[in-house]
């Protein structure tokens, strides 16, 4: 427990101090906040269902060309428990090594919930066109080990990645690529991976948009399988600047959830 705050209180340390260092330097500035619902499940190469429920507090804060995001999310996971969630936003699953013998693995249907591993993400455009019709962006990533060995590995995984996006009439195609050097254990061995996605948005408003996002992440190790996931997604924006998304997930890979659904809500200040 004294890990985990430490490391919470550093990662809120390091956003608030980005938030007023930039804060002073740019006036015209947004802070974003959130929560959301997700939930999903799958085999990842056992014989029954892992359901994951995660439960992320968002904050977003931009200004300038910088943004900086932190995800604190909560974990419940029912299932036979050799299946932890290690990495990524949106999540990479793998299963313990079975030949170490320093991890007892339980065979039966147990069910193991707290805090997850928080994660902060730096992005700054590197370019951005006339009106904002396309733009490439660079981002910098840490999942801090804040998760108990039970529902992670309990290491920080560093992650980079570049996101290009152009308008073309009311379609908003990207192509994001990344690399993730992942944190290892004796009992769940990791590489570091290569990852990316490609997908695209429509807009019918300025209100309300849909799209889809295919994703692909390398395989971490001989126990961890490649990740292939297919997601559809919208966004409405209820009010003034509070705004409504949701999502379907379906995975083609071990690695990956069979099927998975979520929500999430968000204002802006």
Do not use: C
């Not at 591993?117 to 006339?130: H, I, R």
């Not at 297919?230 to 600047?241: G, S």
């Amino acid at each position: 427990m004294k890990q985990q705050t430490k490391w919470i209180t550093g990662a809120l340390a390091v956003t608030l101090g980005f938030v007023s260092g930039v804060t002073q330097a740019e006036e015209d500035s947004f802070l974003t906040l959130g929560v959301g619902y997700e939930f999903s499940t799958g085999k990842y190469g056992t014989t029954s269902s892992t359901d994951i429920v995660t439960i992320p507090a968002i904050a977003l804060y931009e200004s300038g060309p910088w943004s900086l995001k932190l995800t604190v999310p909560y974990l419940r996971i029912t299932g036979e428990g050799d299946v932890i969630v290690t990495s990524r936003s949106g999540g990479m699953r793998g299963k313990y090594s079975t030949t170490t013998t320093t991890t007892t693995v339980s065979t039966t249907s147990t069910t193991r919930s707290g805090l997850g591993d928080v994660a902060t993400m730096l992005t700054y455009k590197l370019y951005t066109g006339e009106d904002g019709e396309s733009g490439l962006d660079l981002s910098g990533r840490i999942k801090f080990g804040t998760a108990s060995t039970d529902l992670g590995t309990g290491k920080n995984d560093y992650a980079v990645q570049m996101l290009f996006y152009h308008d073309v009439g009311n379609f908003t195609p990207g192509i994001m690529f990344g690399y993730e050097m992942l944190g290892s254990t004796a009992q769940l061995p990791l590489n570091n991976v290569y990852y990316g996605s490609v997908g695209s948005s429509y807009s019918f408003s300025e209100q309300t948009s849909v799209g889809a996002e295919y994703k692909y992440a390398q395989k971490a190790s001989a126990f961890v399988a490649e990740q292939r996931e297919l997601t559809l997604y919208a966004n409405f924006q209820i009010v003034t600047d509070v705004y409504l998304r949701g999502y379907l997930m379906k995975g083609y890979s071990t690695g990956s959830p069979d099927s998975g659904y979520g929500v999430s809500i968000a204002s802006v200040f």
